[in-house]
């Protein structure tokens, strides 16, 4: 478990990728492995079973949030209401 940990925070602070880590655990290929679950999900879901799946992925961030601009008033975030 500590070394899917270890790459679930490489992962997360983007030092490693998908591809990377499924082959120094497993030796498989991530494509592979993603049409696997893809196949199991969907198995799962018609029998009405539940199991981990992956996390949703950070929502995208904007050109302004990006160069510090904060969120737009639509959002209901930063800028103080100033636009």
Not at 2 to 14: C, H, N, P, S, V
Request: overall charge negative; charged content about 20%.
């Amino acid at each position: 478990m500590k070394e899917a940990t270890a790459a679930a925070q490489r992962l997360d602070i983007g030092i490693s990728t998908i591809a990377e880590e499924t082959a120094m655990i497993t030796g498989n290929n991530w494509e592979e492995n993603f049409s696997q679950r893809a196949k199991e999900n969907e198995m799962a879901k018609e029998l009405k079973l539940s199991f981990a799946v992956l996390p949703p992925l950070a929502p995208e961030v904007n050109d302004a949030q990006a160069q510090g601009g904060g969120f737009n008033n639509e959002t209901g975030g930063g800028n103080n209401g100033q636009q």
